[in-house]
């Protein structure tokens, strides 16, 4: 079972930028494609952003494309989501998962970390 952590979330003024981070423990993630998630209140959890193991090619939603940047630094065990430009509608719970595309591949979460995007 895997292992993941977010740190990195906050309180965010419209246009403003946050990065988070995916630590994870007990194995490596680069063996892995990875995925960020987002639950806004009151919605189900989507996945918007993943990051494929091996050659590193990304994919995006178009709701988030051109405004978030997702990475990888495998000698940390780390992934990354820098977040620009950030609307009111990113405001959710973000998760960092294993992911079969846009799907979660393990049904196990972390807390998550909290974005808010207000003025």
């Known amino acids: 079972q895997l292992q993941l952590a977010e740190s990195g979330g906050g309180l965010v003024q419209p246009g403003g930028s946050l990065t988070l981070s995916c630590a994870g423990s007990?194995?490596?993630?680069?063996?892995?494609?990875i995925g960020w998630f987002r639950q806004a209140p009151g919605k189900e959890r989507e996945g918007i952003v993943y990051?494929?193991?091996?050659?590193?090619?990304?994919y995006y939603v178009d709701s988030v494309k051109g405004r978030f940047t997702i990475s990888r630094d495998n000698t940390k065990n780390m992934v990354y989501l820098q977040m620009n430009n950030l609307k009111p509608a990113d405001t959710a719970v973000y998760y960092c998962n294993a992911a079969n595309g846009l799907r979660p591949g393990y049904d196990s979460w972390g807390q998550g970390t909290q974005v808010t995007v207000s003025s």
């Open positions: 007990g194995f490596s993630l680069d063996y892995y494609t």
């Open positions: 990051i494929n193991s091996g050659d590193g090619t990304t």
